[in-house]
C-alpha cells in the first residue's frame, strides 16, 4: 500500500515538533442553523473553486492540528504543479510525478500523482475543488459574513479524503479552515494565508539531495 503524506499525518503527528493548537476564534467556533436556501452550499462551493481556478498561481500559509499538536507549512501552486513543505517534509509534483522528500529519515518516496484527491497534503492543486459528482455539499451554518459546508463523498466515488467541512469567509471570499474526518480520525487545516505568487513555484531536483535512498512506486 502506498501511503501519502495525508494518511501518514495521522501516524506521525505525535513526533512532531509539538505546538499547544489554539481555538479557533469564537465567531468561527459557535455555529448557528441555517436558514435553508435552494442549494446554497452548492453555491458557495461553485464561488471558492472559482476563485482559486481564477488564479494561475498562488501560495497558502496553514497550519495543520490534530489532537493537541500543531505544525505550520506552504504549498504553492502554479496551473497543475505545485511544492509543498511540512515540518521535515518536502513534496513537488510536476502535473504527472509526485516526489515526496522526508529529510528526517533521508529518503524520497516517487509516486504518480493522484488527480483525483482534494486532500490538501495529497494534492493541493485541487484541495478547494469540489465541482464534481464525487461530493455532496451540505450548508451546516451561514452568519456574520461566515459559512460552513460539510462535503460528503457521494455513493459509489472513490473520493478519498472522507467527509471535508470547509469554513470560510464570504466578503471577501477566503477559506479559512478544512476539517477531514478518516474513519474518525480527524485533521483540521487552518489557513493562514492566501496570496499571489512572486517566484516560481519549486521543481524537484534529485541533486539536491545527496545520499538519499529513492524509493519508486510508479
Known amino acids: 500500500m502506498k501511503y501519502t503524506l495525508g494518511v501518514l499525518l495521522l501516524a506521525t503527528v505525535a513526533c512532531v515538533h509539538p505546538l499547544l493548537a489554539q481555538p479557533f476564534s469564537a465567531q468561527s467556533a459557535v455555529a448557528q442553523p441555517a436558514t435553508p436556501q435552494p442549494d ?65 529519515r533521508r529518503e524520497i518516496t516517487v509516486n504518480p500523482v493522484d488527480t483525483a484527491a482534494r486532500n490538501i497534503l495529497s494534492n493541493p492543486v485541487r484541495a478547494f475543488d469540489f465541482l464534481d459528482s464525487q461530493y455532496t455539499s451540505e450548508l451546516l451554518w451561514e452568519r456574520d459574513g461566515l459559512a460552513s459546508v460539510r462535503l460528503t463523498p457521494a455513493p459509489g466515488s472513490d ?8 469554513t ?27 496570496e499571489p505568487l512572486a517566484e516560481p513555484v519549486r521543481s524537484f531536483d534529485r541533486a539536491a539531495y545527496p545520499g538519499y535512498e529513492l524509493i519508486d512506486f510508479r
Not at 498562488?58 to 511540512?86: I, K, P
Request: hydrophobic share 45%; net charge negative.
Open 40 to 104: 446554497r452550499a452548492g453555491e458557495i462551493v461553485r464561488q471558492l473553486a472559482s476563485a482559486f481556478r481564477a488564479m494561475p498561481s498562488y501560495g497558502v500559509g496553514f497550519e495543520v492540528l490534530a489532537g493537541e499538536y500543531a505544525t505550520r507549512g506552504r504549498y504553492a501552486v502554479a496551473g497543475d504543479r505545485y511544492s509543498l513543505a511540512l515540518g521535515d517534509a518536502e513534496v513537488f509534483s510536476d502535473a504527472a510525478v509526485r516526489y515526496e522528500v522526508d529529510n528526517r
Open 159 to 166: 473520493a478519498s479524503a472522507g467527509t471535508v467541512t470547509v
Open 168 to 194: 470560510l469567509s464570504l466578503d471577501p471570499l477566503r477559506p479559512l479552515s478544512l476539517a477531514y474526518d478518516f474513519d474518525g480520525e480527524q485533521v483540521t487545516v487552518r489557513i493562514r494565508s492566501v
